[in-house]
């Protein structure tokens, strides 16, 4: 089957430096793709999402990166802070599938002080 | 942010008992989903709900049924709890209209044990 998953399981990022977070996709006829952030005993919350044909979409401290010759995705978070400390997970819509979602297993972000 | 809400937020149960999961929403969105979240495991779309009159069935709908009793409303129910339906459910919701991508939008969530 279609497989939508992460490079990282955990990533731990020092208190303002960069985070980039990685996701792999197999399936070549995506519509959009959406970041999700998830923090412990909370239900996924929504970051930014793109659409297949652009390259770069960003957002307040967050910027979305396609690359569609890959099949990568990525979240750049600037200046990361302890309150970024959570899961973070690509989730993508593939073309005729109405608005279903193929999630991923996600990230753990660590943010050290 | 309320503006999806899950009840209960916990609920232990046993074999066999009839469950159910009620999601509200107040986004006035004509979607809504339910999922399953399991350790190590990406969510897994449940059942899904376009319009009151429309209901579909996701990748992992066995063992479970759903309700769309108004455009705000929609229940998931465990007709006979097993353990390995132990998990973490999430009801979100979206609306197409005016917006590029069919973003949804998640309550907080509702922890399930099936003893």
């Known amino acids: 089957g279609e497989n939508v998953g992460l490079h990282l399981p955990t990533l731990s990022v020092q208190e303002g430096d960069n985070s980039i977070i990685n996701c792999a996709y197999s399936?070549?006829?995506?519509?959009?793709f959406i970041w999700y952030k998830q923090e412990s005993g909370k239900g996924p919350q929504f970051i930014i999402d793109?659409?297949?044909?652009?390259d770069k979409r960003q957002g307040q401290r967050v910027t979305v990166l396609l690359n569609k010759t890959v099949k990568h995705l990525s979240l750049q978070i600037a200046a990361t802070q302890p309150g970024d400390s959570a899961v973070y997970f690509c989730a993508e819509n593939i073309i005729g599938t109405a608005s279903k979602l193929t999630f991923g297993t996600g990230t753990r972000l660590q943010v050290t002080l | 942010d309320a503006d999806v809400t899950q009840t209960p937020r916990n609920r232990i149960t046993k074999t066999g008992k009839r469950i159910m999961l009620e999601c509200s929403q107040t986004?006035?969105?004509?979607?809504m989903y339910w999922y399953r979240q399991d350790p190590g495991l990406g969510l897994r779309l449940i059942y899904y709900?376009?319009?009151?009159?429309?209901?579909n069935k996701g990748e992992i709908s066995d063992g479970y049924s759903v309700s769309r009793q108004a455009q705000a409303k929609f229940s998931l129910s465990l007709e006979s709890a097993i353990p390995n339906q132990t998990a973490l459910y999430f009801c979100?919701?979206?609306?197409?209209?005016?917006?590029?991508?069919?973003?949804?939008?998640f309550g907080p969530g509702t922890r399930l044990t099936v003893l």
């Open positions: 793109i659409r297949s044909n652009m």
């Open positions: 986004k006035g969105h004509d979607r």
């Open positions: 709900s376009f319009d009151v009159k429309d209901i």
């Open positions: 399936n070549s006829a995506s519509d959009y």
């Open positions: 979100a919701t979206s609306d197409l209209s005016g917006t590029s991508t069919d973003t949804q939008y």
